[in-house]
């Protein structure tokens, strides 16, 4: 007797199965994990933003009074035009040097791979490192000076600005390179036999054609410079302090994620809705500036 050929036969029927009938078993376990992992901790935090609350078990509806004070207090307002400012020059600055690094790097240079590990590698270190390891850079520098990063809020704020561009340069250098290279050769062919300088040809073919990778690292550095937290944390904690008229204090090189961490770990259990109602406003903020970066900047980009 012949013996049946099992898997033959398993691997017919699986073939002949419409691969819907197949999509719960794989994409089930994904589901489940994304809503216990990030749906069910963000409709609950949502609604712990409308609450007062020590635990999440004896939260206590209140309505919109998390938002009204978090709206009126000052070091949130603070911390907001001083996110805003930082995340816009930090989003030049990281843009601008990691195109230019990028763009010489693809010229055909020696050495070309070994300089793009050397500057991709501070993206390696954890930003509460980056940011202990600067501070003592920093201090010893500005000792010569009598002073210190955590005594001057415009030093502090080049300090995080020095700090970020340093790790983040390198990663946005790689997908700039990506995107140069896939510049289509017969432009660039076309273009210089038709005269035009370098100059023209990266203003009028280059730049146009690495639109899709202007897009997502103007979208990650905006990003990110509004949710900076470690280096934030590690390289000043918000110092100096600003005392305002009726003795609040306000820290002036805080952003606006470590304000949060501030508001729930540092001024009572009371204050914890209001440190949720600021991390909603947080998120909305967030979401609002990335699609609108995102729909500014695609439509700008070059179909080929």
């Known amino acids: 007797m012949k013996k049946k050929d099992t898997s033959a036969s398993v691997s017919s029927v699986l073939i002949r199965r419409p691969i819907k009938h197949w999509f719960p078993l794989f994409m089930g376990p994904m589901l489940i994990a994304f809503c216990i992992g990030f749906l069910y901790p963000f409709f609950k935090g949502f609604y712990l933003s409308f609450c007062q609350f020590r635990t999440t078990s ?38 601008v040097l ?38 003592m850079i920093f201090d010893g520098i500005l000792m010569k000076y009598n002073t210190s990063i955590l005594l001057n809020s415009t030093y502090g704020f080049w300090g995080l600005i020095i700090l970020i561009a340093w790790q983040q340069i390198g990663y946005m250098m790689i997908i700039y390179v990506a995107g140069l290279q896939a510049v289509p050769t017969d432009m660039l ?31 990650l550095s905006l990003s990110n410079g509004f949710k900076l937290f470690d280096q934030n ?19 002036t090189t805080e952003m606006l994620a470590l304000n949060i961490y501030n508001t729930f770990y540092g001024q009572g259990a009371n204050s914890r809705g209001i440190a949720q109602a600021k991390a909603v406003l ?22 080929q």
């Open 58 to 95: 004896d939260a206590k509806f209140i309505g919109l009074g998390n938002y009204l004070k978090a709206l009126q207090d000052p070091t949130f307002v603070h911390a907001f035009w001083y996110t805003a400012l930082f995340a816009v020059v930090s989003l030049v600055l990281i843009n």
């Open 98 to 135: 990691a195109f230019a690094v990028a763009y010489c790097l693809t010229q055909g240079i020696k050495g070309s791979n070994i300089f793009r590990t050397v500057f991709f590698m501070p993206n390696l270190i954890g930003g509460i490192v980056l940011g202990y390891i600067w501070s």
């Open 189 to 219: 062919e076309a273009a210089m036999i038709d005269g035009a300088s370098r100059r023209q040809t990266l203003w009028k073919i280059t730049i146009p054609n690495v639109m899709p990778s202007i897009t997502i690292c103007t979208f």
């Open 233 to 251: 944390l590690a390289l000043t904690g918000g110092q100096p302090f600003l005392f305002q008229a009726d003795g609040s204090q306000v820290r």
């Open 282 to 303: 947080f998120f909305v903020l967030v979401a609002a500036i990335g699609l609108i970066q995102l729909l500014s900047t695609r439509k700008k980009e070059v179909q």
